[in-house]
């Protein structure tokens, strides 16, 4: 039997209300506002002139019927801010554009917690976190008071970067494949994002004995949320968090 919970389970919305509207959307993140999530999730990908962009793929492919051949890091972002990022999901999204992670900040500021899934298809470690520590610091100093930001990445040459870069900012490993636990370790992380198979009831207690917080990524199905419950989870980043929201007493 699981030990009694102290705190409800968090629902981090993964790229916001991402089932229902188009992803990292400025729509989308406000849907999962007005579900009650905890965290709000969204990548981040560079321009070619620098600029973090809330963005999960290296290119547009995915996610618009034109620039189809182009790469994120091809383009400066005076172009990029005119491309229409919703269609491809129904044309009713078609005003939505490509937000900077300086407007996702500022749009979306108050105490609902952010985290941050720092890509690294296209530039190199510090270049990339180097940017992106520019805009959480800006951030921090104009608005000293919001909700908590996490950063993560599947990279653990990024984290190392960050640790570096911004020494007091929260750090958040995502982990995909058993091995990476190790190469997460050294890290002064309080919490760790677990691709959900390997949120085995042992590996979470392990993660817990060490002060660590444990979320599963990406949870869509009531069953799977249910047996990671029982295993001790304390968050689930999900792509539903409306379904999700039963789960969490």
């Given at each position: 039997?699981?030990?009694?919970?102290?705190?409800?389970?968090?629902?981090?919305?993964?790229?916001?209300?991402?089932?229902?509207?188009?992803?990292?959307?400025?729509?989308?993140?406000?849907?999962?506002?007005?579900?009650?999530?905890?965290?709000?999730?969204?990548?981040?990908?560079?321009?070619?002139?620098?600029?973090?962009?809330?963005?999960?793929?290296?290119?547009?492919?995915?996610?618009?019927?034109?620039?189809?051949?182009?790469?994120?890091?091809?383009?400066?972002?005076?172009?990029?801010?005119?491309?229409?990022?919703?269609t491809?999901?129904?044309?009713?999204?078609?005003?939505?554009?490509?937000?900077?992670?300086?407007q996702?900040?500022?749009?979306?500021?108050?105490?609902?917690?952010?985290?941050?899934?720092?890509?690294?298809?296209?530039?190199?470690?510090?270049?990339?976190?180097?940017?992106?520590?520019?805009?959480?610091?800006?951030?921090?100093?104009?608005?000293?008071h919001?909700?908590?930001?996490?950063v993560?990445?599947?990279?653990?040459?990024?984290?190392?970067?960050?640790?570096?870069?911004?020494?007091?900012?929260?750090?958040?490993?995502?982990?995909?494949?058993?091995?990476?636990?190790?190469?997460?370790?050294?890290?002064?992380?309080?919490?760790?994002?677990?691709?959900?198979?390997?949120a085995?009831?042992?590996?979470?207690?392990?993660?817990?004995?060490?002060?660590?917080?444990?979320?599963?990524?990406?949870?869509?199905?009531?069953?799977?949320?249910?047996?990671?419950?029982?295993?001790?989870?304390?968050?689930?980043?999900?792509?539903?968090?409306?379904?999700?929201m039963?789960?969490?007493?």
């Amino acid at each position: 039997m699981p030990s009694e919970r102290k705190k409800p389970i968090k629902i981090i919305a993964h790229r916001g209300n991402s089932a229902h509207a188009p992803e990292n959307s400025k729509i989308a993140f406000s849907q999962a506002l007005n579900l009650g999530v905890d965290f709000l999730e969204c990548d981040v990908q560079l321009s070619k002139d620098g600029v973090p962009l809330v963005m999960h793929d290296g290119c547009f492919t995915r996610i618009t019927r034109k620039m189809s051949l182009h790469k994120v890091d091809a383009i400066d972002y005076q172009e990029i801010q005119h491309i229409d990022s919703g269609t491809w999901f129904d044309d009713k999204y078609s005003s939505e554009k490509i937000l900077t992670l300086r407007q996702f900040f500022e749009k979306f500021r108050n105490n609902t917690g952010l985290m941050i899934d720092v890509k690294d298809e296209t530039v190199k470690e510090q270049h990339l976190a180097s940017h992106v520590a520019e805009v959480i610091n800006d951030f921090n100093h104009d608005h000293p008071h919001h909700g908590p930001i996490l950063v993560g990445s599947l990279n653990p040459k990024v984290l190392f970067c960050f640790e570096n870069t911004l020494p007091k900012q929260q750090l958040i490993p995502i982990v995909k494949y058993n091995h990476h636990f190790a190469d997460f370790s050294r890290l002064p992380a309080r919490y760790y994002a677990v691709f959900y198979p390997l949120a085995t009831k042992r590996r979470i207690a392990e993660l817990h004995e060490r002060g660590i917080e444990v979320w599963a990524w990406v949870v869509d199905d009531k069953k799977i949320a249910r047996k990671l419950i029982a295993n001790g989870i304390d968050g689930l980043i999900t792509n539903m968090p409306k379904k999700m929201m039963s789960c969490r007493n």
